[in-house]
């Protein structure tokens, strides 16, 4: 199961039932299953809370993924700044909806293996966003 929450912020507009059907597809393609999976949209305020809270971090992000998977199934808890979603499309001349989705997709890909910290790893992260991206559109009809 798949659920959206915000906490202080509006809940962004996207079709939830599209959405869940096109992570589940995406996951499926690295051999996953969705299992329990809770999205929290927050204020850039609240992920640097979370982010040092829990991580040690003093810096401000657009996702947080927290990863409690079980062998092929996916679960976790991925929190997303929707005020830095909003500042990274403008900075990159993006549809807000497209950042959306590309840092819905991008809690995915880490539960489902995928790393960005590494030598390499933020071009191989890119393509697998491109790719999920890509399926998209055959889910919102």
Known sequence: MISYQ???????????????AWIKAVAATYGRRVG????MF???EKILEVNNQY???DYYTDII????DEGDVINGDIVISLDTVRSNAEQFGKAYDDELHRVIIHGIL?????????????????ANEDKALAMLPTYLG
């Open 55 to 57: 991580l040690g971090h």
């Open 6 to 20: 915000s906490d202080g912020v509006k809940m962004p507009e996207f079709n939830h039932r599209s959405t869940t």
């Open 36 to 39: 329990e999976i809770g999205y």
């Open 65 to 68: 993924t927290f990863d409690y």
């Open 42 to 44: 927050v204020s850039d």
């Open 110 to 126: 880490h539960l489902c293996g995928i790393n960005d910290k590494g030598p390499g790893e933020r071009e191989i992260m890119e």
